[in-house]
């Protein structure tokens, strides 16, 4: 069974930073497509950041430049690195991944889901 711990969310100001980690279980780890996504209050959930099998990682547009996806496949964790943070970062964090091995396409459904963390950035 995978299993999806995330870690690393609080309350921070507004220009602040913050580290998510996301320890995965159940399976190789090193073979799969790990990814970020975000709900902020009343809005739907929406795609962050993914980090392939091989290390390619992609950013969405509201986040680039700011927020770092890496993974460490001798800890079978994932993190988001998340610096320069606004009020409207201010969401849960879940980390997600496919049943499918190697690349996949974000856009897909993602099968497995962790319960989340929660960031908040005050202004």
């Known amino acids: 069974q995978v299993q999806l711990v995330e870690s690393g969310g609080g309350l921070v100001q507004a220009g602040g930073s913050l580290r998510l980690s996301c320890a995965a279980s159940?399976?190789?780890?090193?073979?799969?497509?790990m990814g970020w996504f975000r709900q902020a209050p009343g809005k739907e959930r929406e795609f962050v950041a993914g980090?392939?099998?091989?290390?390619?990682?992609t950013h969405a547009d509201s986040v680039k430049g700011r927020f770092t996806i890496s993974r460490d496949n001798a800890k079978n964790t994932v993190y988001l690195q998340m610096n320069s943070l606004k009020p409207e970062d201010t969401a849960i964090y879940y980390c997600?991944?496919?049943?499918?091995?190697?690349?996949?396409?974000?856009?897909?459904?993602?099968?497995?889901w962790g319960k989340g963390t929660l960031v908040t950035v005050s202004s």
């Open positions: 997600a991944t496919s049943r499918t091995p190697y690349d996949i396409n974000w856009s897909d459904p993602m099968d497995y």
């Open positions: 159940g399976r190789t780890f090193s073979l799969y497509s």
């Open positions: 980090i392939s099998w091989r290390f390619r990682d």
